[in-house]
């Protein structure tokens, strides 16, 4: 069955739902494709400061489906790597996506949904919300870049025990260990997490661009790569509009207009 994307505009927030709960969001190739457009059209769209991401019925992400694993293991090999091809475009079109993506978690989120709330710059969490990282349960190994993400956040032996063991491990202990920011109260993860986009909206855009590329390198680069990186990036802000409102702003002690500059 044919994925459901909901888009909802609040501002300038763009708010992402993935909707089929009757399989509590479970993924599939229209969904890699249709969300990795909807990437490429708020990257293009200068009246989106950030995005939201969550999932209908209360729950963020079942991962894959498991019908649909089933029929990919009859399969020749060129068609199944052709399928997770398409899963990992997206997680490289997340980590590309110059806007700060937050992915909001009611419920829980398994297999490949790990992955998938894993790439968002920033989480926020219901209470009694989980992750599991499912694979090893039905015998499969992760993908969706799980590995790689969780262990940018997570010390080797919590990530090792939730690829092995496939067990839930709560909002709370995710946000102790570092990889949820806000855990906040069942129900009301959606509004914290667009008010929290909100205000990133109000910032600087190319600034908060440059900011999430060097986040994201920091974790691969070494100390000399990382260097030269901050240096290019630093040179190309000080002269950006951005930074003249910014500085000037802080000097005449008024609120920078960042809008305006988008308006431009």
């Known amino acids: 069955m044919p994925a ?4 909802e505009r609040r501002d300038a927030v763009m708010i ?16 890699y494709d249709g969300f990795t457009r909807t990437l490429a059209e708020a990257d293009a769209d200068a009246g989106i400061g950030a995005i939201v991401l969550t999932g209908g019925g209360e729950f963020f992400c079942a991962g894959g489906d498991l019908n649909r694993l089933k029929m990919l293991g009859t399969l020749p090999e060129d068609e ?19 806007k700060p993506i ?56 919590l990530m090792t025990e939730m690829c092995l063991t496939g067990d839930r491990v ?16 069942h129900g009301s993860v959606l509004e914290q997490a667009v008010t929290w986009a909100r205000e990133l909206s109000a910032g600087p855009a190319r600034s908060m661009a440059r900011v999430k590329s060097l986040c994201r390198a920091a974790q ?4 000399d790569a990382q260097l030269d990186m901050e240096e290019g990036l630093m040179i190309a802000s000080q002269t950006d509009p951005e930074s003249i409102e910014g500085i000037g702003a802080f000097l005449d002690k008024r609120p920078a207009d960042y809008a305006k500059l988008r308006r431009q």
């Open 170 to 185: 709560p909002a709370g202990r995710l946000q102790a260990a570092g990889l949820v920011n806000r855990v906040v109260e």
């Open 220 to 223: 691969e680069n070494s100390l």
């Open 16 to 31: 992402v739902t993935n909707d089929f709960p009757e399989t509590r969001n479970a993924l599939n190739p229209d969904f």
């Open 80 to 98: 199944r790597r052709s399928s997770i091809h398409r899963l990992h475009g997206m997680i490289r079109a997340m980590a590309d996506c110059p």
């Open 102 to 157: 937050i992915a909001a978690v009611e419920g829980g989120a398994a297999g490949a949904g790990v992955s998938l709330a894993a790439a968002c710059d920033l989480i926020v969490m219901a209470a009694d919300a989980y992750f599991s990282v499912a694979y090893v349960k039905i015998g499969l190994s992760p993908d969706g870049g799980a590995t790689a993400l969780l262990a940018q956040a997570l010390p080797r032996q």
């Open 4 to 7: 459901e994307i909901r888009i």
